[in-house]
């Protein structure tokens, strides 16, 4: 039955809600879907995150619409079922953003963009890197930043050979054989500092006087929990139904047919987002949207490398 997926769906994802491991191991995200997002969040210039989320129930409710005068394009389910889970990890994501779970990013220290780059593991290099291109996608040609990431995908590389060829080392070749390694990670980290140090030149060259402050850290976000589950818990009637009738394969219409019934409420929480952002911050509503949008970017962004290539839980 339909609503014991949808129940059983949501017990799931709710005893996962409030643990950002859990939920990450719940929706498992690929690196192509991680990558995804990210672009329709920058496309998503005036609303960001409301407008992503907008756009995603828009285009499901469509396609129920749609089948109601032609089955033919029922294929598609499989585009919308991956749509909505990808929204409701992103929705939940946000929440834990605005419960306190997960903290806004603050205005970095000016101090610590200077020295070096010799202070830094190469971990918080391309974390910082990689915040810099969200914020500045024209960084990505800047040469600085090219040799960084091509370094980083040496390292990536030659730690895959390493484990590979391992296993088959002999006992007394193995001190070594690591030794070498070593070497080449050390000399590896080396100029990826180097190129650091230079990025941090140019930066500071250009950098402002002052960073704006993080508009979330100005506001109570609290009172947003309630509203951002109740979003995603109806995206995910939307999506367990989708999925149970991916999975039945007949009848399709019929389980389909009540959930035009859900394009109100589920649009009408959307809005209310954006009158929640104005009410905290008059005149300002649309700038809250987005910097919610910019902390899921950054969030998503880090997470790319890790992303692994497997089937989701849900």
Known sequence: MVEKRIAGDWYDIKEACDNPARLDELFTLTEVEAESVVGELRLSVEESVVEYKRRCLNRAFAFV????YDARGFDEISTHVAALRVMIYVTLLQRQFAVGVLLPRKP??????EGSGAEYDVKEILADVRERIVKDSELQKNASVKNILMQVSIQQRELANMKSLAPNIPKEKQAAFYDNFRKSFESITAKIREHYAALLSQTDEQRRPEQPANPLLAHDLKPLGPLLLAQARQAAQLWSTFRYAKEE????????SGLPALKGGSLAAIERELRDYEAMAPGR???LARAFGWELIRILSRRLPAAEETEPRI
Request: proline residues 5%; aromatic residues 4%.
């Open 65 to 68: 619409e749609s089948l109601k």
């Open 249 to 256: 394969g007949y009848k399709t219409r019929e389980i389909l």
């Open 285 to 287: 509503g649309k700038e």
């Open 108 to 113: 970095r220290p000016e101090g610590k963009l």
